[in-house]
């Protein structure tokens, strides 16, 4: 199996150069005084709790916001980049390729560089297409993701996203303004950590970062978005030649 299409099988593809800010939440006491307070004093104290609701709110509401932006991303397709870095922070691995997604639980990986490979999840299986050894490996497609937040992207069911924990973040690049959510599973024992997906002002997915239990990152940046195209009858379904070994595993 070549290297590519084995990382987005484990990783199904986080922290990258992006720099997060982390939210925090500022703890306010407010203690009775026996002393007026000035008028000063008072709007201070409105303006500080009211920032506290606000953030806290948004906190509560990462789960509904990120379910919203990939509610509206019912298509999806774009090229990407990968790099993936050891612990170290040594890249061991890049590709390039084309990425391509349906709701409900259809995706297509292609990878055009360094080898051109396959992977088609078409809502039942999970297809890897390897020409150079000319086999095809076929699993369950809700054993490969079971624990992997990656399943979100496709998925709409509470059932799937009560399984996962997500959290807003701060993100400002290049004095552009996104919007990053990090999603985290629920239970442990999964080979991934963290998934970050991030939009971009038009409310796009942008980039895609992962980080496994390796503590190895895969980092996917977007390009050429599209979200609304024609889709060939044949996108998710998977043509095996003759000669073609099936290892079916389901």
């Not at 992006?18 to 006491?29: H, R």
């Not at 379910?67 to 050891?86: C, E, G, P, W």
């Amino acid at each position: 199996m070549k290297k590519a299409v084995s990382i987005f099988l484990v990783s199904l593809i986080s922290n990258s150069s992006l720099t997060y800010v982390n939210a925090q939440t500022n703890e306010i006491e407010l203690t009775e005084s026996k002393h007026l307070v000035t008028k000063e004093d008072s709007q201070q104290t409105e303006k500080h709790l009211s920032h506290e609701d606000h953030h806290s709110g948004a906190l509560v509401s990462a789960k509904d916001a990120l379910k919203a932006l990939l509610a509206d991303m019912k298509q999806y397709r774009a090229t990407f980049n990968q790099t993936v870095v050891d612990a170290q922070q040594n890249v061991v691995h890049e590709a390039q390729g084309v990425l391509t997604m349906t709701r409900p639980n259809k995706l297509r990986w292609e990878t055009t560089f360094p080898d051109e490979t396959l992977l088609i999840a078409d809502g039942e299986a999970v297809w890897n297409v390897d020409t150079f050894v000319e086999q095809v490996t076929v699993l369950s497609q809700k054993s490969a993701i079971k624990d992997n937040p990656i399943v979100l992207l496709t998925a709409s069911d509470d059932a799937t996203w009560r399984k996962f924990s997500i959290t807003e973040l701060n993100v400002s690049v290049e004095n552009e303004a996104l919007r990053s959510f990090q999603v985290t599973p629920n239970e442990a024992g999964g080979q991934i950590e963290t998934l970050t997906l991030t939009f971009n002002s038009l409310g796009n997915l942008a980039a895609l970062n992962m980080l496994d239990t390796q503590q190895q990152i895969s980092t996917l940046v977007f390009d050429n978005v599209e979200t609304r195209f024609m889709l060939a009858a044949d996108t998710f379904a998977v043509d095996v030649p003759d000669s073609f070994i099936v290892d079916d595993q389901r």
